[in-house]
Nanobody, 117 residues
Framework: QVQLVESGGGLVQAGGSLRLSCAASGSIFNINAMGWYRRPPGKQRELVATITGLGIPNYADSVKGRFTISRDIAKNTVYLQMNSLKPEDTAVYYC???????????WGQGTQVTVSS
């Protein structure tokens, strides 16, 4: 079982930056990959970025060149650096962990990101 806690969300103007953090605890040694998803207001959850156990990142087309996913293994933490933010980036951002041989998904509670025009 993995527990995830997101932090770093807030209100920022268009063009600004935020860094989200996701601290993992529990069965962290069984994690295969981690990622960030988001749920815009009135919309369904969508993939933002993932990072594999080998540290290989992948991004949604909408954030390529603007967002960077990274990890600090010693701190059991995954980050999402968000630059050049746009109003359409406004969403609740969720951290995800893919764990074990059966690929069980764990989710954080989410952190609100609001980008004003």
């Amino acid at each position: 079982q993995v527990q995830l806690v997101e932090s770093g969300g807030g209100l920022v103007q268009a063009g600004g930056s935020l860094r989200l953090s996701c601290a993992a605890s529990g069965s962290i040694f069984n994690i295969n990959a981690m990622g960030w998803y988001r749920r815009p207001p009135g919309k369904q959850r969508e993939l933002v970025a993932t990072i594999t156990g080998l540290g290989i990142p992948n991004y949604a087309d909408s954030v390529k060149g603007r967002f960077t996913i990274s990890r600090d293994i010693a701190k059991n933490t995954v980050y999402l650096q968000m630059n050049s933010l746009k109003p359409e980036d406004t969403a609740v951002y969720y951290c995800n962990a893919d764990s074990g041989r059966f690929h069980v998904y764990s989710w954080g509670q989410g952190t609100q990101v609001t980008v004003s025009s």
